[in-house]
C-alpha cells in the first residue's frame, strides 16, 4: 500500500527522531553560485572538509552573463560570486562545471542530461527549481544555505516528512497545448498555495504521454503551487532518454539499474492524502495576468471581474501590470520575448519555438532573448539547423545561464515593459525592476515575437 514517496523516502531514512525531524541520505547534491558561498564557509570555520566530495557537482548559472562568456564579467557582484564558486570547488574537491566550458548551463538542465539526476534517488539544491529532477522519478526538493552545508559536511538532511498528493491529468492534450499550459492550468485551479505541505506526484494519461522534457518542465512548476517537490514514475520514456548518458549506468549495470527503477512506482492500492483529477479537455494554451503563477487564464479567455481565490492581491496585481479586469489580452502590444530558463530552455522548447517562427520574421520592436538552458542544448540546436531557422526569422542564439529569469545578469527586462516568458515565476521585478511579466509556453512566446502581440499560437501554427 505504499506510494512512490514512501517507497524513495523509506530506502534513505538514516534514522528518526522521535516528535522530530527525519535524518535522509541524499545521493545528489548541486550546488550554484548564489546559495552555496556561506555553506563553503559554515565547513571552513568549523575545520570540516565535505564528506562524500564525489556526491557533489557545483556549476554557475544565475550570474553568468549570456553573451561574450570568454570575456570577464563586467558586473562586480556577479564576478565574485561565480569567482567564488570556482574557488570553493578546487579548495573542497568538487567537481565544477565552469563558466564557459563545454559542460556549463543551468544545474537543472545539465543534471538530466548527464545522466546525474536517475530514478530512485533524493537530490537536493539550494534552489526551489530542484523539483525539476522529480521527472526523472527521483525525490528532489530545494533547500536552505544552512541545509546544504549540513548536506555537504554529512551527506544527509533533516527534513519533516511532506503528505503525499497525487494529480492525475486524462485525456488528450489539443493542438499547441503543452506541458507548461498544464502547470499553469493546475497553479490556476489549486492557487499558488494549494499543494503547501505536499510532495505531488503526477500521474495519468497526459503524463505517461509527455516526453522527458515536458515532465520536465511540469515537475520544475511544482514549487509554484506550493508543492515541497513533484515527480513522475519512471518508466520506458525515462529510461530511453537515460540510457547513453554520461553518469548513467552501463552494460550490466544498466539492465540492474532499469530492472529496480521498474518497480519504482506507487501501489495499484496505495493512499495518498489528497487526491486530485483533471481533463486534458478543459486546458488551452495559457497565460498569465497578474504577478504569481497562479494568476492565470485561457489565452481566449478574459481576466476574471471577480475576486478570485489569490486573494485581495488581484487589484493590486492588474494595477502593476496596466490590465483591467474583463479584458482579453489577445492583441496587447509585446516588447519583449524570453525563451529559455529551467523551466523551458531544453532542446524540446527550441524545436517548439522554431517550428512557429519558420517562414515568419521577428516583429519589429520586439527583443528576443533565446537562451539554451545548456551548451549541450546550444550543440543540438546547431546540429539540427534550428539556428539555421531562427537566423532566417531574424533571431539571434545567446549563450547558456538563467538569463531573463530572475534579475541577477545582464538580461534585465526594463521598468514598463512587457515580456512574454517561459520561466517560472511573473513576480513584480523578478526579470527587472519595473518590468512586467506574462507566463506562456515556448509556441506562446514564438507566436508573440513574430506578431508583436499577444497571439493565440493556433492562429499562427
Not at 509585446?334 to 517548439?352: H, K, M, P, Q, S
Not at 545582464?410 to 514598463?416: E, L, R, T
Amino acid at each position: 500500500m505504499a506510494t512512490l514517496f514512501d517507497k524513495i523516502w523509506d530506502k534513505h531514512i538514516v534514522q528518526r527522531v522521535d516528535d522530530g525531524p527525519t535524518q535522509l541520505y541524499v545521493d545528489r547534491l548541486y550546488c550554484h553560485e548564489v546559495t552555496s558561498p556561506q555553506a563553503f564557509d559554515g565547513l571552513r570555520s568549523r575545520g570540516l572538509r565535505c564528506f562524500r566530495p564525489e556526491k557533489i557537482y557545483c556549476m554557475p548559472d544565475h550570474n553568468t552573463p549570456t553573451h561574450d562568456q570568454d570575456k570577464p564579467i563586467q558586473d562586480p557582484v556577479s564576478k565574485a560570486q561565480v569567482d567564488t564558486l570556482e574557488r570553493n570547488a578546487a579548495e573542497f574537491g568538487l567537481t565544477h562545471y565552469g563558466m564557459n566550458t563545454p559542460d556549463n548551463g543551468i544545474i537543472h538542465v545539465v543534471g538530466p542530461e548527464k545522466g546525474l539526476s536517475l530514478p530512485g534517488m533524493t537530490i537536493v539544491c539550494g534552489d526551489s527549481h530542484t523539483s525539476t529532477h522529480g521527472a526523472m522519478g527521483a525525490v528532489a526538493f530545494g533547500i536552505g544555505t544552512s541545509e546544504v552545508e549540513m548536506v555537504m559536511a554529512s551527506q544527509c538532511i533533516l527534513q519533516q516528512k511532506p503528505k503525499s498528493m497525487r494529480i492525475t491529468i486524462d485525456g488528450k492534450l489539443g493542438p499547441c497545448v503543452t506541458a507548461k499550459d498544464v502547470a499553469l492550468y493546475l497553479m490556476a485551479q489549486i492557487t499558488t498555495s494549494g499543494a503547501t505541505g505536499y510532495f505531488v506526484e503526477y500521474a495519468g494519461e497526459v503524463v505517461r504521454d509527455m516526453s522527458m522534457e515536458g515532465r520536465l518542465t511540469l515537475c520544475n512548476l511544482s514549487i509554484e503551487m506550493g508543492a515541497r517537490g513533484g515527480f513522475i514514475a519512471p518508466d520506458d520514456v525515462t529510461f530511453d532518454y537515460l540510457k547513453g548518458r554520461e553518469h548513467a549506468p552501463k552494460g550490466e549495470e544498466w539492465e540492474k539499474a532499469v530492472g529496480y527503477w521498474r518497480t519504482l512506482k506507487s501501489d495499484a492500492d496505495a493512499v495518498f492524502d489528497m487526491e486530485l483529477s483533471f481533463n486534458a479537455a478543459d486546458i488551452e494554451p495559457r497565460i498569465t495576468y497578474g504577478t504569481n503563477p497562479g494568476m492565470g487564464i485561457g489565452i481566449t479567455e478574459s481576466i476574471p471581474t471577480h475576486p478570485t481565490s489569490e486573494g485581495l492581491g488581484d487589484t493590486k496585481a492588474l494595477r502593476y501590470m496596466g490590465f483591467k479586469a474583463g479584458e482579453k489580452l489577445l492583441g496587447k502590444k509585446v516588447d519583449y520575448v524570453f525563451l529559455g530558463a529551467c523551466t523551458n530552455g531544453r532542446i524540446e522548447d527550441f524545436r517548439a519555438f522554431a517550428s512557429i517562427v519558420k517562414g515568419h520574421r521577428k516583429a519589429d520592436g520586439v527583443t528576443a532573448w533565446l537562451v539554451p538552458g545548456s551548451w549541450n542544448v546550444d550543440r543540438q540546436i546547431r546540429l539540427e539547423g534550428i539556428d539555421k531557422t531562427l537566423q532566417e526569422a531574424g533571431f539571434e542564439i545567446r549563450q547558456p545561464g538563467c538569463s531573463a529569469c530572475l534579475a541577477m545578469n545582464d538580461d534585465k527586462v526594463p521598468a514598463g515593459k512587457l515580456c512574454i516568458s517561459t520561466s517560472n515565476r511573473n513576480f513584480e521585478g523578478r526579470q527587472g525592476p519595473g518590468s512586467r511579466t506574462i507566463l506562456a509556453s515556448p509556441l506562446t512566446a514564438a507566436a508573440a515575437a513574430v506578431t508583436g502581440v499577444i497571439t493565440d499560437p493556433r492562429e499562427v501554427m
